[in-house]
């Protein structure tokens, strides 16, 4: 069964550094998502991304995010100036098809990132 | 704007038992998804179930029932015959554009 994958399952980092977190979506897929949560709580989303651009991104998603997708494969979250509180486990997922709410996400099973 | 409210925190129940967890939705939009995901011990989002919000017919899969009400904006997920691994935190979650998720439930299931 097709899966996305993320890169690297965890990472530590020192406060103010610059991370950044990568994801290989299902290849027929047109849609990619990054979702945080934080620990013991909920799922939240941070942006979605269709043809090279930023679709909708949430309050959570600041200057201090980027997204990319550099080679057509890879969807990649950068996280500038790390702090403390984007400690927090990352999920990248992805979805086919062009009805924006109906179609199923599939997630990858995330990047853990500890601030310190 | 879209909100999912999750209200119980943590259930516990013991094997065997049925339970059921509540799920209230919030949207002005008349197209919309419901959806429950299912997070288990080792992290993973595991999708369980779609919803379109113009179909209200209850669904049943295994243990698993569905009970989507319009009327209450309300979209409860039951497991009957609980088991010990059905420990997990239960996600539902909305979407119109993006999906939304609710806080999440915590069930322990005990043996």
């Not at chain 1, 494969?73 to 086919?96: H, P, V």
Request: proline share 3%; glycine share 4%.
């Amino acid at each position: 069964e097709p899966e996305v994958t993320q890169t690297p399952s965890h990472q530590v980092t020192q406060m103010g550094q610059e991370v950044i977190l990568r994801c290989v979506p299902i290849s027929n897929h047109l849609y990619f998502y990054w979702y945080r949560q934080i620990l013991g709580q909920k799922v939240e989303f941070l942006v979605s991304f269709y043809n090279n651009e930023i679709s909708e991104k949430s309050e959570i998603f600041d200057d201090q995010f980027s997204v990319e997708r550099p080679d057509g494969s890879n969807f990649t979250l950068k996280i500038r100036s790390t702090k403390l509180e984007d400690s927090a486990m990352y999920f990248c997922a992805s979805r086919a098809g062009r009805s924006s709410g109906a179609n199923v996400l599939t997630f990858g099973a995330g990047s853990r990132l500890t601030v310190l | 704007a879209q909100k999912v409210t999750q209200a119980q925190t943590e259930i516990s129940v013991v094997e065997k038992e049925d339970v059921t967890l509540d799920c209230v939705y919030e949207t002005r939009d008349t197209t919309y998804y419901l959806f429950w995901y299912k997070q288990p011990p080792s992290g993973e989002l595991v999708f369980l179930i779609r919803r379109n919000s113009f179909d209200e017919q209850n669904e049943i899969s295994g243990r698993y029932s569905w009970n989507f009400q319009k009327s209450t904006s309300s979209f409860n997920f039951t497991i009957t015959a609980s088991q010990v691994v059905d420990s997990a935190v239960y996600f539902c979650a909305l979407s119109v554009t993006a999906l939304i998720f609710g806080k999440g439930t915590t069930l322990s299931v005990s043996s």
